[in-house]
């Protein structure tokens, strides 16, 4: 079934765009006044990736996401006041306050975890795919992985089992052109990562990364395809991250003019500008909107602050498989 452009989906994708922007926000004004310690990887600026992949997937589906993953959670139905919780290390937190930033799951919603490893997520995905294809449930994986990423070895050898066994899996680079500090020109020889899908044959496509429909139909058009028993596909979403690699990073590396380029390229404005041209947002309901968000955020903060800590006691929880169920959080 082709995503819907009702108005009030439209204006859902809108929303939780605006929802992801001031929970990251949020999280960087904690971490600067040290209200959570430890670091972050924020997703501001890459919005537009997060929200229209997930729209493109039913809540069954599957999605693996790296170490700037809070956004990823969100839009695939993630609770920010949970998200947060986890963040300030409390036990109402997805992985009960013992992941942290990088290390989140929540199974029920289909988000089978973050994960701070460069390049985890690709494998991780390929063999839940290889699960969902032997056991016949209908659903679709997918993997969000940064351009750094695809110059590990687990790229090579995913795909290439993706594709020879096809299975349903989507491999989502999401290129902010830098890897920490280095920039892709530095490491390779492409200027598309979706070039690399010719050699596993599988098709490969760059899609404007923050223009959110353009994400959506992309990966609508490659979960109809992974159903169908066709395979995998390689999407590459141009897009830039706001702020630096994590908190400590002061972004020396790139021009303050190449930022201000790239912020007229926001993902958030851009469309609001789209909908207010169709008639589907107006100045009123943009404010209440963001007036909603808010509230949102501010309670999720109020929510962790008020969960308990971990207990001592359970501090060999978790660490072992025993065979019994878990819902990941």
């Known amino acids: 079934m082709p995503p819907s452009n009702d108005p009030d989906v439209l204006l859902g994708y809108y929303r939780k765009m605006l929802l992801i922007r001031r929970f990251e926000e949020t999280l960087d004004e904690l971490f600067r006044g040290g209200s959570i310690s430890g670091t972050t990887h924020l997703c501001a600026g890459q919005e537009g990736v997060a929200v229209g992949a997930c729209a493109a997937l039913s809540r069954d589906d599957h999605v693996l996401s790296n ?3 809070h956004g990823h959670c969100i839009a695939k139905g993630g609770d920010p006041r949970r998200i947060m919780a986890e963040l300030f290390g409390k036990v109402d937190g997805y992985s009960r306050g013992r992941g942290g930033s990088q290390h989140m799951a929540h199974f029920p ?22 699960s969902a294809k032997l056991q016949r449930t209908g659903r679709v994986v997918l993997a969000f992985f940064g351009e750094g990423a695809a110059n590990q070895g687990t790229f ?15 491999y989502l680079c999401e290129n902010n052109l830098y890897a920490m500090s280095t920039a892709l020109s530095e490491v390779s020889r492409i200027t598309d990562i ?6 596993y044959g599988m098709p490969g496509a760059v899609v404007d990364g923050n223009d959110v429909l353009a994400v959506r139909d992309a990966v609508a058009g490659a979960a109809e395809r992974a159903r169908a028993g066709s395979g995998p596909t390689l999407i590459e979403a141009k897009t830039y991250r706001f702020y630096g690699h994590s908190k400590s990073d002061p972004r020396e ?9 790239w912020r007229e390229r926001d993902p958030i404005p851009r469309f609001a500008r789209w909908l207010t041209e169709r008639g589907l947002l107006d100045g009123d309901a943009d404010a209440r909107t963001k007036q909603a968000v ?8 109020s929510f962790a602050e008020q969960s308990p800590l971990p207990d001592a006691s359970e501090a060999g929880r978790g660490l072992f498989a025993d065979g019994q169920a878990s819902d990941g959080g």
Do not use: Q
């Not at 919603?109 to 795919?129: C, D, E, H, K």
């Not at 808010?294 to 903060?301: C, D, F, L, Q, S």
């Open 253 to 261: 590396y790139r021009t303050r003019d190449e930022e201000a380029k």
């Open 194 to 199: 979706a070039d690399r899908a010719a050699a």
């Open 67 to 69: 170490h700037r993953g």
């Open 109 to 130: 919603i289909g988000f089978l975890g973050s994960n701070g490893i460069t390049g985890g997520t690709i494998p991780i995905a390929t063999g839940a795919a290889l």
């Open 294 to 301: 808010e509230a949102e955020v501010r309670a999720a903060v």
């Open 156 to 170: 090579h050898e995913s795909l290439n089992m993706g594709a020879v066994w096809d299975l349903p899996v989507i």
